[in-house]
């Protein structure tokens, strides 16, 4: 069994979607990022690289890279998830936590496991995501980004 955490913060801009897990979700402003800014695939797939040895995101994916230019994170995910796959591992279970103060994510909540499952090749119950405020505090209290922390187990296949 391997251990690994995956964290990410991106800040809100007006003219972009908010894409979560691969989700677009209403809101007035969107992720900022070289990417779709993602911030959700982007801490699972910095917890998986950095669980299975194989590097982190910004190595795999530079955001000098034009490659990656308003790239569709879950296909970097994709990506995190044959790294682990080559090095005799899989996914047991990722728990993630998603911090920002708006909006809602509870009815989005199904349709971000059932993506990142699918994306993971796993049951979603082998995921949780849990979205919690920072009570009003520092740049998420403030409503300028958001943070995720995600934590995964890798076992041997
Ligand atoms: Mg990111």
């Not at 990656?68 to 970097?76: C, E, I, Q, V, Y």
């Amino acid at each position: 069994m391997r251990i690994g955490l995956g964290y990410d913060s991106h800040r809100f801009t007006p003219g972009r979607r908010f894409i979560l897990a691969g989700q677009d979700i209403p809101f007035d402003q969107g992720l900022a990022g070289h990417s779709d800014g993602d911030a959700v695939a982007h801490a699972v797939t910095d917890a998986m690289l950095g669980a299975a040895g194989a590097g982190n995101i910004g190595q795999l994916f530079p955001d000098t890279d034009p490659r990656w230019k308003d790239a569709d994170s879950m296909r970097l995910l994709a990506l995190a998830r044959d790294a682990v796959e080559q090095r005799g591992l899989r996914l047991a279970q990722a728990d993630i936590t998603v911090i920002l103060e708006r909006p809602r994510l509870g009815p989005h909540l199904d349709a971000m496991t059932r993506a990142l499952a699918q994306t993971l090749r796993v049951e979603p119950s082998a995921l949780a995501i849990k979205p919690r405020t920072n009570e009003g505090m520092g740049f998420v209290g403030r409503g300028e980004g958001i943070a995720v922390l995600a934590m995964v187990l890798l076992e041997a296949r």
